[in-house]
């Protein structure tokens, strides 16, 4: 018989959970689109993001998903014929390349597999091969959603800067905002890429890019830029329609103001300490899990995973068995393994992922995990001792 009744949790790298302040601001009749409060709350928003983002300088919203914001930035800078370079450390990198080759852009591709990060020095070498300087920007991601790998983006900001190579550096923090340590301006990076619904805790639906005053003026040497997806009367409105191309996004917009009053009320410093402690209180369980039976962390040193997504490999026919577990008997709902197929396992069944990004505190994490450890022994799965004592443990330490 099903324990599962109670409120379900969706721990799955997005959408995330969304707060209940979120969900009632939205829960209201239509605004007025034309004047009053809905434009100022919607001017209210720019200033909050770009602290998010760590930017002194602009962003644009589109409704839209992660897949628009990624074609957005792209159509804003890149012409076809143009050639980028792409670091992929897992699915989401090859997914903006995919985005751009059908644009009409070259991509190069670099590939670092599956569990590991960018390797700096190998993308300096290519740049500074590229003495003609075609390559015209860098897209990096910052957490790859599918491989739980983090990069470091000022190390490759560093790279590119050694290389003396003048290309963009664009980067993808649709995982990772408001997660992971950010700072745009201070690392150097031209265009950055994010969505409503990860670290920002509001409905999937809207996308932004935001992009300093050298993608600004890459934008301006455009030859043309689709009218949909031009960022620039979207970053300088003089009416509430130009900044989505149309209609208003309306209740995501009221939901997206409260989230960004809880995020400033908490601090960016706190909400990525947070992120920090629960991330390795996951670690901690995952890690004893392994010491004996068949789960590993994908990504094995700490300093290169995500703060925001755990990816991990228990195998067939575990995986599906203990995701099925936990959802039926616990309520909790585990991330599916994302472009993770291995020779006798092409669907990569045998990965999970826990998310673990945006509104979380240690009463979910360890539910969480206390539904994973009962699935392990409800299932006979082999498992090693002490997860919930060494999560609990770092929780305590804080
Ligand atoms: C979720 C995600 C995307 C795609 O976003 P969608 O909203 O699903 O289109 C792209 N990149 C990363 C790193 C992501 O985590």
Redesign the pocket.
């Known amino acids: 018989m099903s324990l599962s009744n109670g409120r379900s949790y969706l721990a799955i ?2 959408p995330s959970v969304m707060p209940e302040a979120v969900l009632r601001a939205m829960h209201r009749s239509a605004p007025n689109i034309y004047e009053g409060e809905l434009v100022d709350l919607t001017a209210s928003l720019i200033p909050d993001l770009c602290h998010v983002a760590g930017t002194a300088h602009h962003v644009a919203i589109y409704i ?7 074609e957005a930035s792209l159509a804003n800078v890149l012409r076809e014929g143009d050639k980028v370079l792409v670091p992929a450390t897992g699915r ?1 990198g090859h ?2 390349a995919e985005m751009a080759r059908d644009l009409g852009i070259e991509t190069k591709m670099v590939d670092f597999g599956r569990k590991s990060p960018m390797d700096m020095a190998k993308i300096e070498t290519l740049l500074r091969e590229d003495t003609d300087h075609e390559i015209k920007a860098v897209l990096a ?6 491989s739980g790998v983090l990069n470091d983006i000022p190390a490759l900001r560093a790279a590119m800067d050694a290389a003396g190579h003048p290309a963009l550096l664009m980067a ?5 905002l408001g997660c992971d340590r950010f700072e745009m301006d201070n690392w150097g990076v031209d265009i950055m ?1 994010a ?1 409503s ?2 670290g920002l805790m509001t409905p ?1 639906g809207l ?1 932004f890019v935001f992009f300093n005053d050298k993608a600004a003026a890459a934008r301006a040497a455009m030859p043309r830029v689709s009218r949909y997806w031009d960022w620039t009367p979207r970053a300088q409105p003089d009416y509430l329609y130009q900044y989505f191309g149309g209609t208003a996004p309306t209740h995501h917009l009221y939901g997206l103001r409260v989230a960004l009053d809880m995020l400033k009320e908490e601090g960016m410093e706190n909400v990525w300490h947070r992120h920090d402690v629960l991330a390795r209180a996951i670690w901690a369980a995952c890690e004893a899990w392994g010491q004996d039976g068949p789960l590993t962390l994908n990504v094995s040193d700490p300093a290169h995973r995500s703060r ?2 755990t990816s991990l490999r228990i195998g067939l026919p575990h995986g599906p068995k203990l995701r099925k577990w936990v959802e039926d008997q616990a309520g909790v709902t585990l991330g599916i393994g994302l472009g993770m197929f291995e020779k006798d396992d092409p669907k990569g069944l045998g990965f999970f992922r826990i998310g673990h990004m945006g509104h979380l505190n240690p009463g979910m994490v360890l539910g969480a995990l206390g539904a994973i450890d009962a699935a392990f022994k409800a299932e006979g799965i082999p498992h090693g001792q002490g997860a919930l004592e060494a999560a609990t443990a770092v929780i305590a330490a804080g």
């Open positions: 790298p997005g839209a998903n992660g897949h628009g914001a990624w989401f997914g903006w991601t910052h957490t790859d959603t599918s993808d923090c649709i995982a990772s890429v969505a619904q990860k999937p996308g925001a997504v």
